[in-house]
């Protein structure tokens, strides 16, 4: 949980120079705001999220523009996303309105199949490595919502009962809320499954942002936030177990959802997917100020080598070789600092059950003291990475 001031966003811009001292006039016109590209992800082209300065009309200045494709942010972030021509975007760009410009970008899934290993929910309730063979838990999370922002939940499988429901999926779906990869269900299930499930009465709630491939728009989680913060029934806590580039407009979206009352619980993302983790502070939503971002563990507490680390991780919580759900009904073993956040979800739901009214920040700070100290082994050196492993105590 970071609720400090404002954090450097790093940009690549569309051009690059050396900068020479001119004199200026003193009425000149302020420069063209810069459209900020994603530096280690995936662009969308044509596709941009505008944020606008306090007091400026998302309505009137989509408008102004002719903008096509516009979807408005309000209550998350003072903005919108749209399609732009070169002429729409350069007419942005020079507005006194207008903040900062991000070309939309890809977000994806982190997981990745391996043989079975089921041992997480053993390792989240006590404090020493060596498992007992039992998870023992007093509640259910019943009365708790979580909403998982992911590919969807396959609503009827059995392990969820006529718990889980789809409640909103991006407009490119088409009305189309089926799990077409898999991810999302298996996320589910760690968080709330008869069997596999951390919190096993509580409410399932599906918004689909992320297609077959695993891959989606950072401007449809942003709309995915918005839409929440206006209609999620509380207790609620969200999951979102995906990572993309540093998004300004994204971190700040999900700052404001948790400042509404959902808890927000993220993937501090996978590095290479191999070998190599990477700074969590470079990537959203891990990156965002009041949210929880979880790393991953393998049995015997050793963090995974692909787990991102640095000062945006919170804790760590079971992520290699985790069995839940899948699309066809079934069970699949993933690994993936995805497979890790929905533990701490489902976790957060339990402290929701026994304090429904409490807020964001004192779920956050519960977690976070509750947490078991200096077991994590295998944190690179100088990163400043929290060693802190996920405890559920005697929820």
Known sequence: MRVTGPKVLLITTLATGVA??????????????????????????????????????????????????????????????????????????????VAAIEQD????????????????????????????????????????????????????????????????????????????????????GIIGAKHYGVAKGVQLRSLRVLDRYGQGMMSDVIAAVKWLRKNAQKPAVANLSLVGSRSKAANDAVAALARSGVPVIVAAGNGDGASRGYDACRFSPSGAPNVIAVGAIAPGDKRTPWSNFGKCVDLHAPGQGIRSTWRNGSSKVLDGTSMAAPFAAGTAALYLSRHPRAKSATVYKWLINNASKGRVTGLPAGKGTPNRLLYKGRL
């Open 20 to 97: 020479v001292a001119t004199a200026v006039p003193l009425l000149a016109k302020p420069e063209p705001v810069l459209v900020q590209v994603a530096a280690n992800g995936t662009p969308v082209p044509g596709q941009y999220i505008v944020t606008l300065k306090p007091g400026a009309s998302t309505a009137a200045e989509a408008g102004r523009i002719r903008a096509t494709g516009v979807r408005r942010f309000d209550g998350v972030l003072n903005g919108f996303s749209a399609k732009l021509t070169a002429e729409q975007l350069d007419k942005l760009r020079r507005s006194d309105k």
């Open 105 to 188: 970008q890809i977000v994806r899934i982190g997981a990745v199949q391996r043989a079975p290993l089921p041992w997480g929910l053993d390792r989240i309730d006590q404090r020493v490595p060596k498992l007992s063979k039992s998870y023992t838990y007093k509640s259910t999370g019943k009365g708790v919502r979580v909403y998982v922002i992911d590919t969807g939940i396959k609503i009827k499988h059995k392990q969820f009962g006529k718990r889980a429901r789809s409640v909103w999926a991006a407009p490119r779906f088409k009305g189309n809320h089926r799990d077409q990869n898999g991810h999302g269900t298996h996320v589910a």
